[in-house]
């Protein structure tokens, strides 16, 4: 079965790094997403991508945060400098446009786990 | 407001038996609504959706639950199974792409 797979599994970097987690969407996806998870509490939306831009970020999505989708396989989130705050589980998850009518249907990865020094 | 939340934390529940996991929600625009599974170090697993023209939705063992005039959407799983411990989420859609979770809620299956 297709999975979206995530890399590193788990990342520890200093404070002020640049960090990238790579993400291989489930291929025949077009809709990428970006959410986050502070250990012990709920799922946030970070950013959702489609047709090689941005189609919708939170208030959480500010400049040290891009996403990118270099080969048209890949699709990386890149934290220019880190804070103690970023430090949470980043999952990427992919979604079908032929299941359109089921907007909700996202297939996510067993996540990164980003640890912040 | 885009909020959805949960009643309770935990919910402990013998193999064998039904459970049911309540979820509310604030913005009575919203349309649609989603449950979402997360066992232990994996990512959310989509279980079930249901738009707001309809007021129950059923899957394999699942059934969603929708009342718009109170704002509560739950999720019944019959004859819970080991299998079914995890984290459950409600979400909703606020956006273009964009969901909303709730805060989760642990479910322990008793042998």
């Known amino acids: 079965e297709p999975e979206v797979t995530q890399t590193p599994s788990h990342q520890v970097t200093q404070m002020g790094q640049e960090v990238i987690l790579r993400c291989v969407p489930i291929?025949?996806?077009?809709?990428f997403y970006w959410y986050r998870q502070i250990l012990g509490q709920k799922v946030e939306f970070l950013v959702s991508f489609y047709n090689n831009e941005i189609s919708e970020k939170s208030e959480i999505f500010d400049d040290q945060f891009s996403v990118e989708r270099p080969d048209g396989s890949n699709f990386t989130l890149k934290i220019r400098s880190t804070k103690l705050e970023d430090s949470a589980m980043y999952f990427c998850?992919?979604?079908?446009?032929?299941?359109?009518?089921?907007?909700?249907?996202?297939?996510f990865g067993e996540g990164s786990r980003l640890t912040v020094l | 407001g885009e909020s959805v939340g949960l009643h309770l934390p935990t919910l402990s529940v013998q193999e064998g038996d039904n459970s049911i996991i309540n979820c509310a929600y604030s913005n009575s625009a919203s349309d649609y609504f989603i449950w979402y599974k997360q066992e232990s170090g994996k990512g959310p697993q989509f279980i079930i959706d249901i738009r707001s023209n309809m007021d129950k939705r059923q899957g394999q063992r699942v059934t969603v639950l929708l009342n718009k005039t109170v704002k509560h959407l739950s999720l019944q799983i019959a004859a819970t199974q080991p299998g079914d411990s995890a984290v459950y989420f409600c979400?909703?859609?606020?956006?273009?792409?964009?969901?909303?979770f709730g805060q989760g809620t642990r479910l322990t299956i008793n042998p």
């Open positions: 998850a992919s979604r079908s446009r032929e299941r359109n009518y089921r907007p909700g249907e996202l297939f």
């Open positions: 979400a909703e859609k606020a956006g273009a792409q964009k969901l909303v």
């Open positions: 291929s025949n996806h077009l809709y």
